[in-house]
């Protein structure tokens, strides 16, 4: 190794970043006269970039991953522990550390029973959807082959994601997509006027309008239906009172499989171990990624019902009849050992307790910038999993300039404090603050958020 790298010389690690990386996510342009950002370090809820500034994280990773914060070495050494005993081996066998998180985790699920490793939520929601498309081969005679999704609701980066993603910005410049994936309206009662939806009983009419879309496909035509619990990127929407209990009805009236991504609200985010069991709701397929090992190993699961788990070997016969999929990386044994030791923290230090506790202080600070800053259009969220819609009006609700979102999410980090806005999503929209700080936070680590974004604010709009 050159001896630049291994003294952590930041000016030549800087010079290779720029040299050689594609980021994710970002226009690299500006790097040819700046410098990209680059984390060098992280502890708890910090982390500290190439300049030696320590910043609050009030996002888990950038994309609401590591929910117990940074620098556990238990994890750490689980994942070592486990990598000199066996590392990896394809998943068409087992291995200790997968049996073992299987166990703990369907003991979170009441009503689930299998597991299915994989490496990344896209990934895991690709696997629902091909066991969705095998099934109808299977059973319906290929007739129930269409998925719906939501609008605004986000499954992944792959073509078969992107066919069911409901961001059209993300999606813009990657078609042509996958066929038989169907859009049904989104549930954010804020924006129930530009629906045309009715004030009252507004979450049942929003997934009535699911059904009305099964309707016009054809029920014969319609097998799953995959869903955000809480809808992440595309603003972070709480579904409305009626929604879930309604959205249930219409899958078990039509022989659809219901699907929930739990990319983001899973293990923990929500103050539950997952974003649907507060609602009732009692899914087919439930899929999980960033949370679950806190990002400290990559792993993703696609977890099902047994009814489900059953037409794929009801009958042995036909060398056909089995989930024919592979995961590579999915047979490697730092994610579940990263896994069994992230859940064992979340359970001995009552992290589900603190986020309860900590989302409802963050979401009542969030209330009281409200009547300060009349820029704030609606605070949403649940548990440690929050955002601020910004309008440029409240009585019309025009939503603020995206421009000045992003200015807002600037004067945060020029504080030290790094939140997140949703962007390059859903046109016209992309005016959401967006707020999913560690498990592990404290009250002066939430008023510390508060205060930035009150400040942020105050700069920026007055």
Same mark, same amino acid.
């Given at each position: 190794?050159?001896?630049?790298?291994?003294?952590?010389?930041?000016?030549?690690?800087?010079?290779?970043?720029?040299?050689?990386?594609?980021?994710?996510?970002?226009?690299?342009?500006?790097?040819?006269?700046?410098?990209?950002?680059?984390?060098? =370090?992280?502890?708890?809820?910090?982390?500290?970039? @190439?300049?030696?500034?320590?910043?609050?994280?009030?996002?888990?990773?950038?994309?609401?991953?590591?929910?117990?914060?940074?620098?556990?070495?238990?994890?750490?050494?689980?994942?070592?522990?486990?990598? &000199?005993?066996?590392?990896?081996?394809? !998943?068409?066998? *087992?291995? %200790?550390?997968?049996?073992?998180?299987?166990?703990?985790?369907?003991?979170?699920?009441?009503?689930?029973?299998?597991?299915?490793?994989?490496?990344?939520?896209?990934?895991?929601?690709?696997?629902?959807?091909?066991?969705?498309?095998?099934?109808?081969?299977?059973?319906?005679?290929?007739?129930?082959?269409? &998925?719906?999704?939501?609008?605004?609701?986000?499954?992944?980066?792959?073509? *078969?994601?992107?066919?069911?993603?409901?961001?059209? @910005?993300?999606?813009? @410049?990657? !078609?042509?997509?996958?066929?038989?994936?169907?859009?049904?309206?989104?549930?954010?009662?804020?924006? #129930?006027?530009?629906?045309?939806?009715?004030?009252?009983?507004?979450?049942?009419?929003?997934?009535?309008?699911?059904?009305?879309?099964?309707?016009? =496909?054809?029920?014969?035509?319609?097998?799953?239906?995959?869903?955000?619990?809480?809808?992440?990127?595309?603003?972070?929407?709480?579904?409305?009172?009626?929604?879930?209990?309604?959205? @249930?009805?219409?899958?078990?009236?039509?022989?659809?499989?219901?699907?929930?991504?739990?990319?983001?609200?899973?293990?923990?985010?929500?103050?539950?171990?997952? *974003?649907?069991?507060?609602?009732?709701?009692?899914?087919?397929?439930v899929t999980m990624a960033k949370g679950v090992a806190s990002g400290y190993a990559a792993?993703?699961?696609?977890?099902?019902?047994?009814?489900?788990?059953?037409?794929?070997?009801?009958?042995?016969?036909?060398?056909?009849?089995?989930?024919?999929?592979?995961?590579?990386?999915?047979?490697?044994?730092?994610?579940?050992?990263?896994?069994?030791?992230?859940?064992?923290?979340i359970e001995d230090e009552g992290l589900l307790a603190n986020t309860n506790a900590m !989302?409802?202080?963050?979401?009542?600070?969030?209330? #009281?910038?409200?009547?300060?800053?009349?820029?704030?259009?609606?605070?949403? !969220?649940?548990?440690?999993?929050?955002?601020?819609?910004?309008?440029?009006?409240?009585?019309?609700?025009?939503?603020?300039?995206?421009?000045?979102?992003?200015?807002?999410?600037?004067?945060?980090?020029?504080?030290?404090? &790094?939140?997140?806005?949703?962007?390059?999503?859903?046109?016209?929209?992309?005016?959401?603050?967006?707020?999913?700080?560690?498990?592990?936070?404290?009250? #002066?680590?939430?008023?510390? %958020?508060?205060?930035?974004?009150?400040?942020?604010?105050?700069?920026?709009?007055?």
């Amino acid at each position: 190794m050159d001896d630049a790298f291994r003294d952590n010389d930041i000016s030549r690690i800087v010079e290779a970043d720029k040299a050689h990386v594609w980021h994710h996510l970002i226009q690299h342009k500006p790097f040819e006269t700046g410098e990209p950002r680059i984390i060098t =370090e992280g502890k708890g809820i910090h982390v500290w970039d @190439q300049k030696g500034t320590r910043l609050l994280d009030a996002v888990s990773g950038g994309v609401w991953t590591v929910n117990v914060g940074y620098g556990r070495e238990s994890i750490a050494n689980a994942v070592r522990d486990q990598l &000199i005993k066996l590392n990896y081996f394809a !998943g068409a066998a *087992g291995t %200790i550390p997968g049996a073992v998180f299987a166990e703990k985790l369907i003991d979170k699920m009441p009503g689930l029973t299998r597991v299915y490793y994989c490496n990344s939520g896209s990934e895991a929601n690709e696997k629902a959807f091909k066991m969705i498309r095998q099934i109808a081969h299977k059973r319906y005679g290929g007739k129930k082959t269409k &998925i719906l999704y939501r609008d605004r609701d986000y499954h992944g980066t792959t073509i *078969g994601a992107l066919s069911a993603g409901g961001q059209d @910005q993300r999606n813009a @410049q990657y !078609g042509p997509f996958a066929p038989d994936f169907v859009r049904v309206p989104h549930c954010l009662e804020y924006r #129930a006027g530009d629906q045309g939806a009715p004030v009252e009983n507004y979450g049942e009419w929003a997934a009535d309008q699911i059904e009305q879309v099964i309707l016009a =496909e054809g029920p014969e035509t319609v097998g799953g239906l995959c869903l955000e619990p809480i809808t992440a990127g595309g603003g972070v929407i709480t579904p409305p009172e009626g929604y879930w209990p309604r959205v @249930q009805e219409i899958c078990r009236k039509y022989d659809v499989l219901l699907h929930i991504d739990e990319v983001v609200c899973g293990v923990g985010r929500t103050g539950e171990w997952f *974003g649907y069991q507060h609602y009732g709701i009692e899914p087919d397929f439930v899929t999980m990624a960033k949370g679950v090992a806190s990002g400290y190993a990559a792993i993703a699961c696609c977890v099902t019902t047994e009814r489900v788990f059953d037409m794929f070997k009801d009958n042995a016969d036909d060398p056909m009849n089995y989930f024919r999929d592979i995961s590579t990386f999915g047979g490697c044994t730092a994610g579940p050992a990263a896994a069994i030791e992230n859940m064992r923290i979340i359970e001995d230090e009552g992290l589900l307790a603190n986020t309860n506790a900590m !989302g409802e202080r963050l979401l009542a600070n969030f209330e #009281a910038l409200a009547e300060k800053h009349r820029v704030i259009g609606q605070v949403r !969220g649940k548990g440690l999993f929050a955002g601020i819609e910004l309008v440029a009006d409240r009585a019309t609700r025009e939503p603020a300039d995206e421009k000045q979102c992003a200015r807002i999410v600037a004067e945060c980090a020029a504080r030290n404090v &790094i939140i997140g806005v949703t962007n390059r999503s859903v046109p016209g929209y992309n005016n959401t603050l967006t707020f999913s700080p560690a498990l592990i936070v404290t009250e #002066a680590q939430i008023d510390e %958020i508060s205060a930035a974004v009150d400040h942020s604010l105050t700069a920026v709009f007055g």
